[in-house]
């Protein structure tokens, strides 16, 4: 059995065994609900009815570990299928320990929740139903100081806070909050530094290549708290730095698009640990292609420089999940020393009202979805990816200088501009790739081509989704308009088997080439 099919068993019975140490617990306190003397006959028959399920989703559990570890099926249909199995059996696991959330109460007297895990904090003894679905506890007490104000519900807290230790261990002062999506992350730590920017004069800096729908909802939207940068220029970014007047700049690590810089935020780290600031300064990092490597404590071990914060956003759909893509999530982590930070505001409160106000809260079942993984099937699942990624790149490159189909954009290649950078501060050249072709292939051409490579791949019963985004977990391809590359594929080798990285560095240049030569394009 090669090594890679070794790994995803070890990770899927990881998960298995994590999510049924889960089920225990629940079905454990969901049988202690039985004795509650406000049970009525019904709920004890609808509370026995889900202890049921509960035993199904167990077997459907070792269903999984039965199609992966099955020797009759070879490596790459288990790797290319897994997404599909997977799904459905953790989806099943999951809503047999969330059908009673939704639970309609008793029609008299208080009214009892059967869900083991809600109202335990506010009314414990009587064990009453909480409405406060928006992903929050809302306090409203008289007397109260302050008045009003909102905490997060203690399931929600403890999927985010147990992401952020599965990716960076135990870091000091570490605040985790998860949201309906990265964009949705990115977005209410925006909308914090809009409410900051209005009362300070202070301004907010987001890199010209960072998200299009981010800017969108700021810059193109003549908001004037915020502007653009070259975030490509390091000693702009310093500059910004410097200036008081500057309250945040928002930058990525290896940048999602298709020249794909490298940020060199070690010597950026390196200047802000000598910095002295007046006033809190905030860097926002879309760390969505960079996500497990540490910014915290790589760079901060010694705790975070008074008056700095740093934030970071990942989006759980591409590569949390295992890249599965069963639920749409995104996380905020925040670090900051509370001690030594003169804002007006909390930053984590803060975030957590506009999360709450805003509506940008997952539900509890896609929570327990985005925190299936641990720290080991993290690790192992992106080695074979960062594998496969090098693999693929090195393959394309030498097929398309050999064939003149165009160039091949990748940090993993020794000739990229930012391939030091990118290994020396993430240890990787990226997780996609672009190919660029001549300017005779119009949008019309490529579209065509694109769908040209699906249609022929579902033919051929080969690997290779055409999608703009699914979990990153088999082989993707996506079409790409960028305003000043132009138009591009985006590609993926996902966190498949090496022979199925192998079959797809092979197939993609001769479907490309097949449908140049068929359809006679001037110029290739």
């Not at 806070?161 to 992350?185: Q, W």
């Not at 020794?414 to 949008?443: C, Q, S, W």
């Not at 080969?462 to 138009?487: C, Q, T």
């Amino acid at each position: 059995m090669h090594k890679d099919r070794i790994s995803l068993i070890s990770e899927v019975e990881q998960i298995v065994e994590q999510e049924k140490h889960k089920l225990e617990e629940y079905s454990s306190a969901l049988s202690g609900t039985f004795n509650h003397e406000k049970v009525l006959c019904i709920d004890q028959i609808i509370l026995q009815s889900n202890l049921e399920d509960v035993e199904l989703a167990k077997t459907s559990l070792d269903s999984l570990v039965d199609f992966v570890t099955d020797q009759n099926h070879e490596d790459s249909f288990v790797f290319n299928n897994v997404i599909k199995t997977a799904g459905y059996v953790l989806k099943k696991s999951v809503a047999s320990r969330t059908y009673l959330l939704r639970h309609t109460p008793t029609l008299h007297g208080l009214p009892i929740v059967l869900d083991p895990t809600q109202n335990l904090l506010l009314s414990y003894k009587e064990h009453t139903v909480e409405y406060g679905r928006g992903g929050y506890i809302l306090f409203q007490l008289p007397g109260q100081d302050p008045p009003l104000r909102y905490e997060d519900n203690p399931e929600l807290k403890k999927a985010a806070e147990e992401m952020a230790h599965k990716l960076y261990g135990d870091v000091p002062n570490l605040r985790a909050l998860i949201f309906t999506s990265g964009l949705a992350s990115a977005n209410t730590f925006n909308d914090f530094m809009k409410s900051l920017s209005h009362s300070n004069g202070r301004k907010n800096y987001i890199g010209d290549n960072c998200w299009v729908e981010i800017k969108k909802g700021v810059v193109d939207a003549n908001d004037p708290t915020f502007a653009i940068f070259d975030e490509t220029d390091t000693d702009k970014i310093m500059e910004l730095l410097r200036d008081d007047s500057a309250q945040s700049i928002s930058l990525e690590g290896i940048q999602n698009y298709a020249t794909l810089h490298a940020t060199d935020l070690e010597a950026i780290f390196s200047e802000v640990k000598r910095m002295d600031f007046k006033r809190p300064k905030y860097m926002l990092i879309d760390h969505v292609v960079t996500f497990d490597t540490n910014l915290y404590e790589r760079h901060f071990h010694d705790g975070m420089p008074r008056n700095f914060c740093l934030a970071a956003f990942i989006s759980g759909i591409k590569f949390t999940q295992a890249g599965w893509d069963m639920s749409k999530s995104g996380f905020l982590f925040l670090r900051y020393d509370p001690e030594n930070f003169d804002e007006v505001a909390d930053p984590y409160t803060k975030i957590n009202d506009i999360r709450a106000m805003s509506g940008r809260v997952p539900s509890l079942e896609e929570a327990h979805l985005a925190n299936i993984e641990t720290s080991e099937t993290i690790r192992s699942r992106m080695e074979r990816y960062d594998s496969n990624m090098e693999y693929l790149a090195k393959a394309l490159d030498a097929r398309f200088k050999a064939n003149g189909l165009g160039q091949v954009y990748s940090a993993w290649l020794p000739d990229h501009p930012d391939y030091e950078t990118a290994m020396r501060n993430y240890g990787n050249g990226g997780r996609i790739l672009y190919l660029k072709f001549g300017n005779h292939v119009t949008g019309e051409v490529l579209l065509n081509l694109y769908r040209y490579i699906a249609d022929e791949a579902f033919k051929d019963n080969v690997p290779v989704m055409a999608a703009s985004n699914f979990g990153f977990s088999s082989p993707h391809i996506h079409m790409v308009r960028h305003n000043v590359f132009g138009l591009s594929l985006r590609v993926s080798p996902g966190s498949t088997d090496i022979g199925t990285t192998k079959l797809f560095a092979q197939y993609l240049p001769e479907k490309i080439e097949a449908y140049f030569r068929e359809n006679v394009v001037v110029g290739t």
